[in-house]
Nanobody
Framework: VQLQASGGGLVQAGDSLRLSCAAS????????MGWFRQAPGKEREFVAR????????YYSNSVKGRFTISRDYAKNTVYLLMNSLEPEDTAVYYC????????????WGQGTQVTVSS
């Protein structure tokens, strides 16, 4: 499976951005797709995930209430809508995929940079 992330950019604090992650090469019916991020000098951290079938979502505490993950069946694409962005959200954002029963995400997109200025 190939994942193509896009939508990053430079914004000001309080602005919004929507990231996209298009998946190809596999049917996603038994998969979970997630977003992660890595800030300079920090470890990669989980942001949000969505189970493809059913749409169950889960968020890290740091983004809950501000970010929304969703999916589009027809486009095989997952989105991350980020509202009320803060400078602390600055990072490279990665999408990833795993089978629902797996513990590890085993396919990763190339990352898209999000920079939030104060």
């Amino acid at each position: 499976v190939q994942l193509q992330a896009s939508g990053g950019g430079l914004v000001q604090a309080g602005d919004s951005l929507r990231l996209s992650c298009a998946a190809s090469g596999r049917t996603l019916s038994s998969y979970t797709m997630g977003w992660f991020r890595q800030a300079p000098g920090k470890e990669r951290e989980f942001v949000a995930r969505i189970i493809w079938n059913g749409g169950s979502t889960y968020y890290s505490n740091s983004v809950k209430g501000r970010f929304t993950i969703s999916r589009d069946y027809a486009k095989n694409t997952v989105y991350l809508l980020m509202n009320s962005l803060e400078p602390e959200d600055t990072a490279v954002y990665y999408c990833a995929i795993k089978q629902n029963a797996a513990t590890q995400y085993n396919f990763w997109g190339q990352g898209t940079q999000v920079t939030v200025s104060s």
